[in-house]
């Protein structure tokens, strides 16, 4: 079965610092891979999707990340974070190539700008 | 386009009261989705339709919950005899085929 790990439950960092938010997947199969965000009392928001292909994917707000197939990782980059950026970021894999559409999460990161 | 919308944003009920959920899609996508989001599981699956039709309800707790569909412009979820264990953000989300899928603000359910 797919499942998704998020091994950083909370991370840290100043504002103005690169940032990477880690996501490892297991899936047999061609994974289809997802980064959202949960603001506060807000429903989740895409930010980036990756379909097989070019393994670093541009999102929204400068966000990238990058699929590597040899690691099983999927993880989510920006080079300078925003007070802004303060939210939860929950990593998916869908599992579209089996024919079936629903989506797995990880556990979510809580993202902490510092001043 | 204002979005996948859910109401009410919050309900508390009384143990053993019955809960309804509701959800309006995006006009156009075929794809309707529930999840439960708790602090302790996170994000868990729950049910989806497509065009309607259940297609895949391995994620329901298979006594008290259940889902429907009876037209594409809303769905329901439905709890009977509410559980404090059943306090959580409950999120309905749609998408068109195997693209991108959009949440609701959510309903954030409290039994009391």
């Known amino acids: 079965a797919q499942s998704v790990t998020q091994p950083d439950a909370r991370v840290t960092v100043s ?3 690169s940032l ?3 996501c490892k997947y297991s899936y047999f199969g061609t994974p289809y891979l997802f980064w959202y965000v949960q603001y506060p009392r807000q429903g989740l928001q895409l930010l980036l999707k990756y379909y097989p292909g070019d393994p670093v994917v541009q999102g929204v707000n400068g966000f990238e990340a990058e699929f590597s197939k040899s690691n099983s990782s999927f993880h989510l980059r920006k080079a300078s974070v925003h007070w802004s950026d303060w939210a939860v970021y929950f990593c998916a ?3 579209w190539s089996e024919g079936a559409d629903r989506l797995t999460f990880g556990k979510g990161t809580q993202l902490i700008i510092q001043p | 386009n204002a979005g996948v919308i ?3 944003r919050h309900k508390v ?3 053993g009261q019955e809960a309804t959920l509701w959800c309006e899609p995006i006009s156009g996508h075929s794809a309707v989705f529930w999840y439960r989001q708790t602090i302790v599981q996170g994000l868990e699956f729950l049910t989806y339709f497509r065009n309607q039709a259940p297609i895949d309800d391995s994620g329901m707790p298979k006594e008290r919950f259940s889902a429907q569909m009876p037209n594409q412009s809303h769905s329901t979820l ?3 005899s509410t559980q404090p264990q059943d306090s959580a953000v409950y999120l309905c989300a749609s998408s068109p085929r195997n693209t991108e899928v959009f949440f609701g603000k959510g309903t954030r359910l409290t039994v009391v």
């Open chain 1, 15 to 17: 504002e103005g610092a």
């Open chain 1, 20 to 22: 990477q938010l880690r």
């Open chain 1, 93 to 95: 894999v869908s599992m």
């Open chain 2, 6 to 8: 859910q109401t009410p």
């Open chain 2, 13 to 15: 009920t009384g143990k």
């Open chain 2, 78 to 80: 439905k709890i009977q």
